[in-house]
């Protein structure tokens, strides 16, 4: 066996715990992101909903909330922050990735230090959506009320660092938008067809036309190099398959259909985009297609079950349902794709962001 002369070196005189500990903070800091020589990104922003909220719905009265056990499980300290998970969710492994910090906090925490803001905060907020009646019936902070956040933000960097350093920030940065299933999910399917105004080709339009008025918006205050997250297979999600699923909670196929129907449609808006704004990048994850292969072949990633959560029976809890007093619980969480009816677990969104980061990062940063 091979002993490198340097860890040899301080193994015998540090206590191995130190070693790794250090070894590990060298790879954090370092990030695992390959991006080319002359590219840095010092912050990311975030913008949606729930599968990218880390704590924003905290700070004002909403039933969307998560800050409470069992959420936060297995968080750092076991701390329920409002993260609809076990543990971190996208934008903390995003962060974490890129080497730039551990997590990344609510832009609405009022104690949020200013030192946290040239790497980048949070504006996304449970139960946003593209459509603005989404956010009105969940009482969230809506995707253009993000951007005003985000105007916000850029005052209060430019007092802090000066005028030409948060330029820089805003213009180097990664940008991510996540949202739009809570307004399929929730808004369409659950108004009943006699009084919806729209059919569903109708409805995607709608929804993508507030997409692109977001991403334009973002594009004006000064955002380049955008990632925008496709929906997941809706209809696969927990308490989808558990409310229309039938006897045997099957995946409920006008809801996949739907997530594919906007997701073609967004893709389209992006070719438009990338040609009538000068200088932009846009990335497209595919959530579907990355989510979908592990529901459909759980025991190749290291999952057992894949069409229930972890949380209570996992056939219809999340936020409030979702709590310390749920029946059944499991004790491992690493065995479930999903941590709530909803959401995934920790260990489902790393392997995730695992299939998606690498086409992100070549889109935006690669030439």
Not at 64 to 86: E, H, L, M, W
């Amino acid at each position: 066996m091979y002993h490198h002369p340097v860890l040899s070196f301080f193994s015998s005189r540090i206590p191995l715990q130190v070693i790794l500990i250090v070894v590990a903070l060298i790879c954090r800091t370092q990030g695992r992101v390959s991006l080319p020589d002359n590219v840095t990104v010092p912050a990311v922003f975030m913008f949606g909903d729930s599968i990218v909220d880390t704590g924003n719905n905290n700070f004002f009265k909403t039933v969307v909330k998560s800050n409470f056990p069992p959420y936060g499980r297995d968080f750092i300290g076991g701390k329920a922050t409002g993260r609809f998970s076990n543990g971190k969710i996208p934008p903390d492994l995003i962060v974490e990735e890129f080497g730039i910090k551990e997590l990344l906090p609510p832009f609405l925490d009022p104690s949020l230090p200013l030192h946290e803001l040239p790497t980048g905060v949070n504006f996304a907020s449970s139960g946003a959506g593209y459509d603005p009646l989404t956010s009105k019936l969940f009482l969230v902070v809506s995707m253009s009320d993000q951007l005003q956040l985000f105007s916000q933000y850029k005052r209060r960097l430019t007092n802090f660092v000066g005028q030409k350093r948060a330029h820089k920030i805003v213009a180097d940065s990664l940008y991510m938008a996540v949202a739009g299933s809570n307004d399929l999910a929730e808004t369409y399917f659950h108004t009943p067809l006699e009084t919806r105004k729209y059919n569903l080709h109708s409805y995607t339009d709608l929804l993508i036309t507030s997409a692109s008025v977001f991403l334009q918006g973002l594009y004006k205050l000064g955002a380049r190099r955008i990632s925008i997250l496709g929906l997941t297979p809706l209809g696969c999600l927990p308490s989808q398959r558990t409310v229309s699923g039938g006897e045997k909670r099957a995946c409920v196929k006008r809801f996949n259909d739907a997530a594919k129907m906007f997701n073609s449609k967004l893709l389209s808006e992006l070719k438009v985009l990338r040609k009538t704004l000068p200088h932009v990048r846009l990335a497209y994850a595919d959530g579907y297609g990355a989510l979908m292969d592990i529901i459909q072949a759980p025991q190749e990633y290291g999952f057992i079950i894949a069409d229930r959560g972890c949380c209570g029976t996992g056939l219809v809890e999340t936020t409030f349902l979702c709590n310390q007093w749920s029946p059944g619980t499991c004790s491992n969480s690493s065995q479930f794709v999903f941590w709530d009816s909803y959401h995934p677990t920790e260990k489902a969104y790393r392997i995730l962001l695992h299939k998606l980061l690498g086409k992100i990062v070549h889109d935006l940063f690669h030439h």
